[in-house]
């Protein structure tokens, strides 16, 4: 799991293989740590009308690194088309998920979904978007904590009283 609320940069990529493949060969000389577990990867995952594949490089240090590969004819797989390969978001964590969408509306903050989503294969695990319009051009994920546990898959993280004490943001 990322050590903070920042858990990833996920970036848009043409070919995941390739891509781990570059992205091993950097984190190797800038952080080793980030190598030391299995990446986490998915070769299906379907998130509304996307499709694609996506590896994750975990970091119990800091922010990890996430790569997508969109299947073509998807709204992501035109976006690649149309943009090239680029940062596609940063992603936040909130263990109050529920309170942290409601601090941000109620503080002004346009969201890109009114609802939380969810995956069949991970039913503990929700998200939102927050507008990119709202983070100046940057669309930011709003997730709930996952951890590694050295299988190549998200498991829900544990969660302690601190962490859910305080101002939900």
Not at 71 to 76: D, F, S, V
Not at 115 to 128: A, E, V
Request: proline share 7%; hydrophobic share 40%.
């Amino acid at each position: 799991m990322p050590s903070g609320p920042l858990a990833h940069i996920c970036l848009l990529v043409k070919n995941l293989d390739q891509a781990i493949d570059d992205w091993t060969k950097i984190l190797g000389v800038l952080d080793p740590a980030q190598l030391a577990e299995p990446v986490v990867q998915y070769e299906e995952f379907v998130g509304g009308a996307d499709r694609m594949r996506w590896a994750t490089f975990v970091s119990n240090h800091g922010a990890e690194v996430q790569l997508i590969e969109p299947a073509p004819n998807t709204p992501l797989g035109r976006r690649l088309e149309k943009r090239g390969e680029h940062v596609h978001h940063l992603c936040f964590t909130s263990h109050d998920l529920e309170g942290s969408v409601r601090a941000l509306r109620e503080r002004g903050v346009k969201m890109a979904s009114e609802h939380l989503n969810t995956d069949p294969s991970m039913p503990w695990q929700k998200w939102t978007w927050v507008s990119a319009e709202s983070a100046h051009g940057v669309l930011l994920e709003l997730a709930a904590p996952y951890e590694s546990h050295g299988d190549g898959k998200w498991h829900p993280a544990a969660v302690s009283a601190s962490q859910v004490s305080g101002d939900p943001v």
